[in-house]
């Protein structure tokens, strides 16, 4: 199957710093990769939609700003949470759809293991 | 736009069945996809219904009318392995995000 991984898997921080998420997709090469947000006992809530080699499509109210996304390439994208605060703390999971035969027909997505994100 | 709805909760007994039901409203529709996601792990795709009636594989099952907007994941012979949060899912008009639902948590008793 399609793997995806994600690193860091965990990261605690300061306030004020900003963090990078970088999610790689292993045996395959993603165009497109997606950024989910999800809170505690809650569902995942797109972020924006990673393109590689163009700028990323955010989702409504979503700062694009202050999540700055790159897909500098087909196996990689990176989330950097820019001057994180304490709420944005959050479990934070990257995607990818497969676009063979098959997994497509299935939009079947495959997700990161996430990185939980605790901002002091 | 478009919404999903399934129960935020559902508890059952081990070696029981359980159907998870989910109802949506989308501009078009492409299928709905089931997902499960056990507490502090990923999720991970079960199954997707793009046409009416019943998908099984395993365990798991799943059913889509469209008609009525409508779907469900059916669980048997619950493990305790099961308990997890499941997500019923579409595609975004256009066929290429995905939109989930709130989740429903499973609780899988002895």
């Known amino acids: 199957g399609a793997v995806v991984s994600q690193h860091p898997s965990w990261v605690i921080c300061k306030s004020g710093t900003s963090v990078k998420i970088e999610c790689r997709s292993l045996?395959?090469?993603?165009?497109?990769m997606f950024w989910y947000r999800q809170f505690p006992k809650q569902s995942l809530m797109l972020m924006a939609t990673?393109?590689?080699?163009?700028?990323?499509?955010?989702e409504q109210g979503v700062e694009k700003d202050k999540f700055l996304i790159n897909h500098a390439s087909l196996t990689l994208s990176t989330l950097t949470v820019t001057s994180a605060h304490p709420e944005d703390s959050s479990f934070y999971i990257c995607?990818?759809?497969?676009?063979?035969?098959?997994?497509?027909?299935?939009?079947?997505?495959?997700f990161g293991p996430g990185t939980r994100l605790t901002v002091l | 736009g478009q919404s999903l709805e399934q129960p935020s909760e559902v508890t059952a007994v081990e070696g029981a069945i359980v159907q998870i039901n989910c109802t949506y409203q989308?501009?078009?529709?492409?299928?709905l996809s089931w997902y499960q996601q056990h507490d502090g792990g990923a999720p991970t795709f079960l199954s997707y219904?793009?046409?009416?009636g019943l998908e099984e594989t395993g365990r798991f099952s799943s059913f889509l009318s469209r008609s009525d907007s409508y779907g469900y994941l059916l669980l048997q012979e619950l493990q305790m392995k099961d308990s997890a949060s499941y997500f019923c899912?579409?595609?975004?008009?256009?066929?290429?995000?995905?939109?989930f639902g709130a989740g429903t948590r499973l609780f899988v008793k002895a």
């Open positions: 045996d395959f090469q993603a165009t497109t």
């Open positions: 990673s393109n590689e080699g163009s700028k990323a499509t955010y």
């Open positions: 995607s990818a759809r497969v676009t063979r035969s098959g997994l497509a027909e299935k939009n079947e997505q495959f």
């Open positions: 899912a579409v595609p975004h008009t256009g066929g290429f995000k995905t939109i």
């Open positions: 989308t501009s078009g529709f492409y299928g």
């Open positions: 219904n793009a046409l009416d």
